[in-house]
């Protein structure tokens, strides 16, 4: 099992920027599945930016490409996601996510995810 700490969430206004740290227990180089996601209370887990070790391509969630950015350090074993141009519609509790596997999604959607960071939580005020 992958533990996973997020950091980095907090409040900042509409046109705004924060960035999310993701600091994983193991060596993320060996880890078939990537990815952040955020979920507000009653809804669905959206999958905003997810990877599947073997592509050369990030997937984004339509609503979040050109203002969101994936990334990661592999010596330091954290993820990161860069948000910019925030929007009140970005307030959520976001999450990183790591899978062995890919699943039957290709790492694109929750359904394939196994282990969850805690949380953070984003508030974007208009």
């Known amino acids: 099992q992958v533990h996973l700490v997020e950091s980095g969430g907090g409040s900042v206004q509409a046109g705004g920027s924060l960035r999310l740290s993701c600091v994983a227990s193991v060596d993320i180089n060996r880890i078939a599945c990537l990815g952040w996601f955020r979920q507000n209370p009653g809804k669905d887990r959206e999958a905003l930016a997810t990877?599947?070790?073997?592509?050369?391509?990030?997937y984004y969630r339509g609503s979040v490409e050109g203002r969101f950015t994936f990334s990661q350090d592999n010596a330091k074993n954290t993820l990161y996601l860069q948000m910019d141009s925030l929007k009140a519609e970005d307030t959520a509790m976001y999450y990183c996510?790591?899978?062995?596997?890919?699943?039957?999604?290709?790492?694109?959607?929750?359904?394939?995810?196994?282990?969850w960071g805690q949380g953070t939580q984003v508030t974007v005020s208009s």
């Open positions: 990877r599947y070790i073997y592509d050369d391509y990030t």
């Open positions: 996510a790591t899978a062995d596997q890919k699943g039957d999604t290709w790492c694109r959607t929750s359904y394939d995810y196994t282990d």
